[in-house]
């Protein structure tokens, strides 16, 4: 969307739109690192409010609603994938059903060894079913925090984007000049 933008203002949407994509991948990147990942966040919304009066700026929009429109739905869009991203990152599996879940594992290995016969045969099959559902458990806290466990969610989709933008960046001089404005298009 960037040739939509004008000339002047090119330059600098394409810097805060990279700098974005790069404080956004910095924010997951931290991961239990709060006070450092709350600068990262701090700095993306500030730099995604930039973009935004860069958009509202009365020369953005060249006076072509269309122009307009097909900007803030593409800012928009990129606000919303970040706002996605941050809140699947902050949901948490409620403490309640992680609770349960590990009583329930308690009481089933206490019913187990009850109702076992009282041989030496069958303590090696409760030994690994209490090592599976602690596992299972653990698992399941591991998966919980999507940014620093074992388990973790792949940066690589954002990593892939500022690549690519930053693969264009020098490259933007030479589209904006040959790509033809939508006021100075021919009428076809």
């Not at 994509?21 to 991961?31: S, V």
């Not at 019913?111 to 299972?136: E, K, Q, V, W, Y």
């Not at 620093?148 to 001089?173: F, K, N, Y």
């Not at 589209?175 to 033809?180: D, G, L, R």
């Amino acid at each position: 969307r960037l040739p939509l933008v004008p000339h002047a203002q090119q330059a600098e949407m394409a810097q805060l739109t990279r700098n974005y994509a790069e404080q956004r991948l910095a924010y997951f990147t931290f991961g239990i690192d709060k006070d450092t990942a709350l600068i990262a966040d701090k700095a993306a919304d500030d730099t995604i409010q930039r973009l935004w009066e860069a958009v509202r700026h009365p020369s953005t929009v060249r006076g072509v609603p269309p122009i307009a429109g097909t900007i803030v739905d593409h800012l928009g869009r990129i606000d919303d994938a970040a706002w996605r991203r941050d809140a699947l990152g902050r949901e948490h599996v409620p403490r309640l059903v992680i609770d349960m879940l590990a009583i329930f594992s308690f009481f089933t290995s206490v019913g187990m060894g009850f109702a076992a016969p009282r041989d030496l045969r069958t303590h090696p099959t409760h030994l690994i079913f209490f090592a599976l559902n602690a596992s299972a458990i653990m698992l399941m806290l591991d998966l919980d925090e999507p940014r620093t466990g074992l388990v973790t969610v792949s940066q690589r989709p954002m990593e892939e984007v500022i690549a690519i933008m930053a693969a264009h960046a020098g490259d933007a001089d030479r589209v904006t000049a040959t790509t033809p404005t939508p006021m100075t298009a021919p009428a076809s």
